[in-house]
């Protein structure tokens, strides 16, 4: 290489930051097909060891250094970046992970300074978030996906998005064609996440005889009663939520709430036959059996079966 490389990687998201190092890794291999690839982790760093892997190998080989947490990086982590930084090698790639924080300001700071390659890898935690990635994911695999596909893959594994991600690869492998709601329920319909949201839906809907049912089902397959009250609770919250915003574009009031397009829709349709009482109510029990599920009571399932039916009643006006 006749001119040192530096990298940044900011941001809290491991999955986008694991995919700009391997990029990087790929886009320097291109001129560099023999590169040593070497990561550092800032805990468990010792003194020294950027050094002493930045020094010219015996066969000249391009290096790649990963230096990954540069959030959590000790004091003699931080020194030799700076040292480092001030006379880089030539033939070295430097790459550094910063998630948040203030800790390693001063190499952040330095980095920048030296033009460094900045690339982004913010959090995805709303399900709005997770719906533009999941969108995302498809689209870099140039696949179509309902809108309906990726509301029911957000609901059934959204809950951690390294999972959500693999999900959306084997969906990629596994079928042809465009991907929908069918197609997620045959692949992940099982899960406790889909499960959950089954329940509600019945719930929310009033429909009491389904919802004991499904709830019953999975109860019986081996279902936590924790989940699924989570899930009951999230449903009404966000029927309050858009209650409680007014009228307007779905797509605003999306960003506004920090939910998905879909999501407003489908709790606009859900608040038909509410009242604002009546939800109140439901909230109510939904956080008493939460309490009763997580050891305040003596039984979990009777605990969710009581929320589920107050919740039908008040949708069915009581």
């Known amino acids: 290489m006749s001119t040192p490389q530096l990298v ?6 491991a999955v986008l930051a694991d995919r700009a190092i391997d990029q990087v890794i ?28 930045a020094s010219p190998s015996l066969f000249g080989e391009d ?8 959030h959590q990086a000790p004091d003699a982590l931080q020194v030799d970046l700076l040292d480092y930084l001030a006379d880089p090698a030539d033939s070295v790639t430097l790459v550094v992970t910063h998630a948040s924080g203030n800790k390693g300001k001063k190499v952040l700071d330095t980095l920048k300074k030296a033009k460094a390659l900045v690339l982004e890898a913010p959090a995805i935690k709303s399900d709005r978030d997770k719906a533009d990635f999941v969108s995302n994911e498809f689209r ?9 596909a990726v509301q029911a893959l957000v609901e059934a594994v959204g809950k951690d998005v390294r999972e959500l991600a693999s999900a959306c690869q084997q969906l990629v492998d596994d079928t042809t064609g465009v991907i929908d709601a069918d197609v997620v329920e045959r692949y992940h319909g099982g899960r406790v ?5 089954k329940v509600a839906d019945a719930a929310v809907a009033g429909q009491t005889g389904e919802a004991l049912r ?10 936590d009663p924790v989940p699924i009250v989570a899930v009951l ?13 007014g009228r307007g574009r779905s797509a605003d009031l999306a960003r506004e709430l920090g939910m998905a397009p879909w999501q407003v829709d489908k709790a606009r349709r859900s ?9 109140g109510r439901s909230i109510q029990a939904v956080a008493a059996a939460d309490f009763e599920v997580k050891g305040g009571g003596r039984d979990p399932v009777y605990a969710v079966e009581k929320a589920v039916l107050t919740i039908t009643r008040e949708r069915n006006g009581g």
Do not use: C
């Open 26 to 53: 790929s886009d320097v291999r291109v001129t560099a097909p023999d590169l040593e690839v070497i990561t550092l982790r800032a805990e468990g760093y010792e003194e020294g060891e950027l050094m002493v892997h």
């Open 8 to 13: 940044l990687v900011q941001g809290p998201e």
């Open 193 to 197: 996440e889909a499960t959950g949201f």
């Open 63 to 70: 290096k790649l250094i990963v230096v990954r947490d540069l």
């Open 233 to 245: 609770a999230q449903q009404l919250r966000q029927l309050a939520r858009v209650g409680g915003a």
């Open 271 to 279: 608040l038909q036959g509410w009242g604002g009482d009546a939800l």
């Open 214 to 223: 499904l709830l019953r089902h999975a109860v019986n397959v081996g279902v």
């Open 140 to 148: 870099r695999a140039r696949r179509k996906a309902a809108p309906e």
